[in-house]
């Protein structure tokens, strides 16, 4: 059964820095890309990064592009998302992702997600 | 950047057919992919490929994709198919890109 578990959500002041990591199981991770999507509160989904299966590949959206940054760890089954100088609209629910393929296509499983909140 | 249109809302009576449309600059050139998101929960995949469908899924989630819009149809509505409901693309290189949402209302 595939499972992505995310972790590192809380309440940050803006500006500072968040580490969000997202441990999978249930199949061979180095053999798909991931992503990461978000969701704030009442609102729809955001695409926000994406990394191809050895990380040769990687993309942002605009929304976050210089400030985010995605990673993974093959041999811990781990994907991660840095996130830095943190602003009020990054407050969401952010969900771990996996595709279909070694590189970027469409999502088949999702997380249940881990929630950022950025207030002073 | 790919843009993608949802109608906000949709409401259909149950046991009725509901179509919830997705729109897009020739859209019928790329696949489409459709997820059902449940209040408080994670997205789940409903329909791929525009109109293939995850096994677990019922029949009555199909999709239809040309031109400049695909479609989800929901047949034979159940009051547990309210929910909310995202279209998904490829937008080229690493980029996805997810249209607004439509809210199924179940009346």
């Known amino acids: 059964e595939v499972q992505l578990v995310e972790s590192g959500g809380g309440l940050v002041q803006p500006g500072r820095s968040l580490r969000l990591s997202c441990a999978a199981s249930?199949?061979?991770?180095?053999?798909?890309?991931m992503h990461w999507v978000r969701q704030a509160p009442g609102k729809g989904l955001e695409w926000v990064s994406s990394?191809?299966?050895?990380?040769?590949?990687?993309g942002y959206a605009d929304s976050v592009k210089g400030r985010f940054t995605i990673s993974r760890d093959n041999a811990k089954n781990s994907l991660y998302l840095q996130i830095d100088s943190l602003r009020l609209d990054d407050t969401a629910f952010y969900f771990c992702a996996k595709d279909v393929a070694t590189t970027v296509t469409r999502v088949d499983y999702w997380g249940q997600g881990t929630l950022v909140t950025v207030s002073s | 950047s790919y843009l993608l249109s949802q109608p906000p809302s949709v409401s259909v009576a149950p046991g009725q057919t509901a179509t919830i449309t997705c729109g897009g600059n020739?859209?019928?050139?790329?696949?489409v992919h459709w997820y059902q998101q449940r209040p408080g929960q994670a997205p789940v995949l409903v329909v791929y490929d525009d109109g293939d469908r995850p096994s677990g899924v019922p029949e009555r989630f199909s999709g239809s994709n040309s031109g400049n819009t695909a479609t989800l149809t929901i047949s034979r509505v159940e009051a547990g198919d309210e929910a909310d409901y995202y279209c998904q693309v490829w937008a080229g290189n690493t980029d996805l890109v997810f249209g607004g949402g439509t809210k199924l209302t179940v009346l």
């Open positions: 990394i191809s299966w050895n990380s040769g590949s990687r």
């Open positions: 020739n859209i019928g050139g790329r696949s």
């Open positions: 249930g199949f061979t991770f180095d053999d798909y890309a």
